[in-house]
Structure formats: structure tokens, C-alpha cells
């Protein structure tokens, strides 16, 4: 008897072939995601085209990770708060539009289940409520630097032997650049910007999404559970229709979808870069500023928990000790524009950036961008070259699982001889190729 896949899918039981939670080891989570990948939510087995069509959309796929995150040049945004609006006459918020939507949505279901048409008893669907929706970045970059940043530096300072090379603000910053140059190359971000673009950060980020339910983005259970729902299909029918995305790691998570009838048939609406322009700011505004203020307020901290420092020397020829005790100085918050101009800060800045990005420009190059930008600042203003800079080291393309990369590793998997010896590093000056250093 031939092997009839379907069949075989429609018999599984899917809560425990396909439960996986972070408690169960590597090789078991692997493929039982591996698995629900594939038939979590269909009988049929998964294929490229069905991925793209379904409203059912992975936002874990390619750049879906940074919807809503990223404008239409893949620059980091975040979203005008004070566009954003409360669900519910609660403490929930999300854009006017996203709410509308969702008030519509929870109409269309209420008259169903009035007309006889839906059960009145399914969790989650038939009363609906906003269990999570927007969550400022913000919070979560100041808990980060403040945890990270700041709170490590004392440590920093004690294990590489720093201690007495710090007496001012100018010795602080030479120890300090050490220290952020260590963060980025660990963890991929310092700067505000980028922080918004790596795990920290999600799409509640973005005032486009809405969870009805409180259920556990760990266990794969949860989300079964919910997609066994007998009203699941018509849940995700009357989702499409009020313009949003059912997320596919998270199917209790409702996403607006910005090409959709519901949004593009707004009276108001202009295109995807006029949309970005009025709802969001670049993620990079205040970027200088907040590095200035993070310089400054962790130099404050430190004096004030290590005021001074003792250093002692030997006579070489009589053996007496000699110690003396050191000060650090004071520095007062109106010296930082003074001694420190923007050239100071937009040099540190690009060298962070290069360490925080992957396309690893040499020095030469990052002489280039920083001459190119010390004349945007001084011919135009700080804010072009704030632009210019990061679209210098906007790397989203070169990054392993995007879709330039994914296109270029398969296109290459089966040449030979290939024409690199390093596949990432090739993807790496291909993409710089791109940018104009001057």
C-alpha cells in the first residue's frame, strides 16, 4: 500500500508528537519543531508558496523578523507614542488603526455568535480580550543599560587592572571605550538603534500587534491547543479580513498586515514610506545624546562609589614606602559640549557601530566614513550625518538567515570550484560593495 502523507498528518496525534518546551534537550526540540513547522497548522505538508500566501505568517522567516521595526530602508524605528492609543478603555495600546481593526473584528465575531453562526464558549475567540499589546523598547534599553552597561564597569575596571588610569572624565573615556567596545562585540548592540534591532526587542515593540490570549510562547502544547480550536479556520478567516496576520509562532498573537485592503484602502493612505514617516521616528535620533548622557552618568556613579585611590612606591635605595593618595575629578554635565564637540562622539560612534554591525569595514574605509561624516555635520547638520552613517552600516542583507543571504547560499550550494573560501565574508564585500565611502 503506497505511503499516504496525509492521511498519516491527519491521524498524528499533534500534542505529543509535536510538543516541544525549552525544558527537553536539543536533539528533541529540534525536531519536534522541526515537525511542527511543517503540519502545526495544516494537513498538508508545508512548501514555500503556501508559507508566502497563508495570513498565517512566520515572523520568524527572513526579515518577517523585523516587521514593523525596520522603515522601507531598513533603518531602525520606533513607533510615535503619542499616536498610540488605548484597546478597551484599558492600559493597552496600539496605533488608532490597529485598534479599529480589532474592534471590528471582536463586532464581526459577536454578531456570529448572536446569529447562531459561532459557539459562545471557545476560549479565547468568542470573548475576546487584549492580553499583551505595545511595550516601549525604551524601558528595555534603559533596564539594559543600566544592567549591562553601567553596572558592569566597576567590574571591567577591577579585572583589567584599570583602577588607577582613571583620575579624570578624559582618562575615564579611554577605559570606557574598552568596555563598550567589549558589549558590542558580545552582544551586538550599545547604541539605542541597534538594541531595537536584536532579541531584546520584539514586535510588541511596534504598536502593530495585539495577543488575546495569555498563553506560553515555550510550549508548543499551548500553541496546538489553540490552533485545535474548532473555530480555528474561521479565527484566522475573520483575522485576514479585518487586515491582520495570525502569527505563526504565537497564533494567539494578531498582527496587522500593512499591504492589506484594511490599510491600504484608507482614505489616508500615501505608501509604506510616507506611513513610516508619520507613525514612526528613526530609532538613531537621539542616539548621540543618550551615548553622551550614558558616558557621562556612568563616570558619576563611579566617583561617587570611588572617590579616590591610594598608590604607593619603594625608595629603591633607603626602602621607605611612600603613598599618596589621588582624587578623582569632578566633571559637571555643562563641560561635556565644551571639551567634548560632536566630532568627538560621532568618531566613537562609528567606531561602535563597526563593532555592532557585520560588515567589519577595515581601518582605511572607517577613515573614509568618518571624514564623510565630520562634513555632513559640518556642511549640513548632525542629522544627515547620523543618516549617512547608518545607512553606511546598515548590514540586514549580510546577515545569516536573511533572505540575500539564504538566496545566495543556495544559488552557490552545489558550484564548484566556489569563489570564495568564505562564504560570509563574501556576502560581507558584497554588500559593501554598495555603500559609498567616498
Same mark, same amino acid.
Not at 520568524?60 to 520606533?78: I, S
Not at 563598550?180 to 531595537?196: H, K, N, P, Y
Not at 550614558?294 to 633607603?318: C, E, G, L, M, W
Given at each position: 500500500m503506497a505511503f499516504d502523507i496525509k492521511k498519516e498528518i491527519a491521524n498524528l496525534d499533534k500534542r505529543e508528537a509535536l510538543n516541544a518546551t525549552n525544558e527537553l534537550g536539543s536533539t528533541d526540540i529540534f525536531y519536534k519543531r522541526s515537525l511542527f513547522k511543517e503540519i502545526a497548522y495544516t494537513p498538508e505538508p508545508a512548501n514555500e508558496l503556501r508559507e508566502e500566501l497563508l495570513p498565517i505568517r512566520d515572523f520568524r522567516r527572513f526579515e518577517n523578523y523585523l516587521y514593523g521595526r525596520v522603515n522601507t530602508d531598513f533603518d531602525a524605528v520606533v513607533p510615535k507614542k503619542n499616536l498610540l492609543t488605548s484597546i478597551d478603555d484599558k492600559d493597552k495600546f496600539s496605533f488608532d488603526f490597529v485598534e479599529l481593526a480589532f474592534r471590528k473584528m471582536k463586532k464581526h465575531i459577536q454578531k456570529d455568535i448572536a446569529s447562531g453562526k459561532l459557539q459562545n464558549d471557545i476560549p479565547? *475567540? !468568542?470573548?475576546?480580550?487584549?492580553? @499583551?499589546?505595545?511595550?516601549? $523598547?525604551?524601558?528595555?534599553?534603559?533596564?539594559?543599560? %543600566? +544592567?549591562?552597561?553601567?553596572?558592569?564597569?566597576?567590574?571591567?575596571?577591577?579585572?583589567?587592572?584599570?583602577?588607577?588610569?582613571?583620575?579624570?572624565?578624559?582618562?575615564?573615556?579611554?577605559?570606557?571605550?574598552?568596555?563598550?567596545?567589549?558589549?558590542?562585540?558580545?552582544?551586538?548592540?550599545?547604541?539605542?538603534?541597534?538594541?531595537?534591532? *536584536? !532579541?531584546?526587542?520584539?514586535?510588541? @515593540?511596534?504598536?502593530?500587534? $495585539?495577543?488575546?490570549?495569555?498563553?506560553?510562547?515555550? %510550549? +508548543?502544547?499551548?500553541?496546538?491547543?489553540?490552533?485545535?480550536?474548532?473555530?480555528?479556520?474561521?479565527?484566522?478567516?475573520?483575522?485576514?479580513?479585518?487586515?491582520?496576520?495570525?502569527?505563526?509562532?504565537?497564533?494567539?498573537?494578531?498582527?496587522?498586515?500593512?499591504?492589506?485592503?484594511?490599510?491600504?484602502?484608507?482614505?489616508?493612505?500615501?505608501?509604506?514610506?510616507?506611513?513610516?514617516?508619520?507613525?514612526?521616528?528613526?530609532?538613531?535620533?537621539?542616539?548621540?545624546?543618550?551615548? %553622551?548622557?550614558?558616558?557621562?552618568?556612568?563616570y558619576r556613579d563611579y566617583i561617587r562609589q570611588f572617590p579616590s585611590f591610594s598608590t604607593q612606591k619603594v625608595d629603591p635605595i633607603n626602602g621607605c614606602i611612600t603613598r599618596t593618595k589621588i582624587t578623582r575629578q569632578r566633571f559637571k554635565k555643562n563641560q561635556l559640549d565644551e571639551d567634548y564637540p560632536e566630532k568627538y562622539w560621532l568618531s566613537l560612534y562609528i567606531d561602535l557601530k563597526n563593532v555592532e554591525k557585520n560588515l567589519n569595514y577595515d581601518k582605511h574605509q572607517l577613515a573614509k566614513i568618518k571624514k564623510n561624516a565630520l562634513e555632513c555635520e559640518k556642511y549640513v547638520d548632525i542629522s544627515r550625518a547620523m543618516r549617512y552613517i547608518n545607512s553606511v552600516f546598515q548590514d540586514i542583507p549580510s546577515l545569516e538567515g536573511s533572505y540575500y543571504w539564504k538566496f545566495n547560499q543556495k544559488h552557490y550550494k552545489d558550484q564548484s570550484p566556489l569563489p570564495f573560501e568564505d562564504f560570509d565574508k563574501f556576502i560581507q564585500e558584497i554588500v559593501k560593495s554598495y555603500k559609498e565611502l567616498g
Amino acid at each position: 500500500m503506497a505511503f499516504d502523507i496525509k492521511k498519516e498528518i491527519a491521524n498524528l496525534d499533534k500534542r505529543e508528537a509535536l510538543n516541544a518546551t525549552n525544558e527537553l534537550g536539543s536533539t528533541d526540540i529540534f525536531y519536534k519543531r522541526s515537525l511542527f513547522k511543517e503540519i502545526a497548522y495544516t494537513p498538508e505538508p508545508a512548501n514555500e508558496l503556501r508559507e508566502e500566501l497563508l495570513p498565517i505568517r512566520d515572523f520568524r522567516r527572513f526579515e518577517n523578523y523585523l516587521y514593523g521595526r525596520v522603515n522601507t530602508d531598513f533603518d531602525a524605528v520606533v513607533p510615535k507614542k503619542n499616536l498610540l492609543t488605548s484597546i478597551d478603555d484599558k492600559d493597552k495600546f496600539s496605533f488608532d488603526f490597529v485598534e479599529l481593526a480589532f474592534r471590528k473584528m471582536k463586532k464581526h465575531i459577536q454578531k456570529d455568535i448572536a446569529s447562531g453562526k459561532l459557539q459562545n464558549d471557545i476560549p479565547f *475567540i !468568542s470573548e475576546m480580550k487584549v492580553y @499583551n499589546s505595545f511595550q516601549d $523598547i525604551n524601558v528595555e534599553y534603559n533596564r539594559w543599560v %543600566k +544592567d549591562v552597561i553601567k553596572a558592569s564597569f566597576p567590574a571591567h575596571v577591577k579585572k583589567f587592572n584599570k583602577r588607577e588610569k582613571i583620575t579624570d572624565f578624559e582618562s575615564f573615556l579611554v577605559v570606557f571605550k574598552e568596555h563598550l567596545m567589549m558589549i558590542a562585540e558580545q552582544l551586538d548592540a550599545v547604541t539605542f538603534s541597534s538594541f531595537c534591532l *536584536i !532579541s531584546n526587542s520584539n514586535i510588541r @515593540n511596534t504598536g502593530l500587534c $495585539i495577543e488575546i490570549a495569555d498563553l506560553d510562547f515555550a %510550549k +508548543d502544547t499551548d500553541k496546538i491547543d489553540f490552533a485545535e480550536s474548532s473555530c480555528f479556520s474561521y479565527y484566522v478567516w475573520v483575522a485576514e479580513k479585518y487586515g491582520f496576520f495570525v502569527d505563526y509562532n504565537a497564533p494567539w498573537r494578531l498582527i496587522i498586515n500593512l499591504a492589506s485592503p484594511v490599510i491600504t484602502g484608507r482614505q489616508s493612505w500615501n505608501g509604506l514610506e510616507p506611513f513610516f514617516d508619520g507613525y514612526y521616528k528613526d530609532a538613531s535620533d537621539n542616539d548621540l545624546e543618550i551615548l %553622551k548622557n550614558v558616558a557621562f552618568t556612568t563616570y558619576r556613579d563611579y566617583i561617587r562609589q570611588f572617590p579616590s585611590f591610594s598608590t604607593q612606591k619603594v625608595d629603591p635605595i633607603n626602602g621607605c614606602i611612600t603613598r599618596t593618595k589621588i582624587t578623582r575629578q569632578r566633571f559637571k554635565k555643562n563641560q561635556l559640549d565644551e571639551d567634548y564637540p560632536e566630532k568627538y562622539w560621532l568618531s566613537l560612534y562609528i567606531d561602535l557601530k563597526n563593532v555592532e554591525k557585520n560588515l567589519n569595514y577595515d581601518k582605511h574605509q572607517l577613515a573614509k566614513i568618518k571624514k564623510n561624516a565630520l562634513e555632513c555635520e559640518k556642511y549640513v547638520d548632525i542629522s544627515r550625518a547620523m543618516r549617512y552613517i547608518n545607512s553606511v552600516f546598515q548590514d540586514i542583507p549580510s546577515l545569516e538567515g536573511s533572505y540575500y543571504w539564504k538566496f545566495n547560499q543556495k544559488h552557490y550550494k552545489d558550484q564548484s570550484p566556489l569563489p570564495f573560501e568564505d562564504f560570509d565574508k563574501f556576502i560581507q564585500e558584497i554588500v559593501k560593495s554598495y555603500k559609498e565611502l567616498g
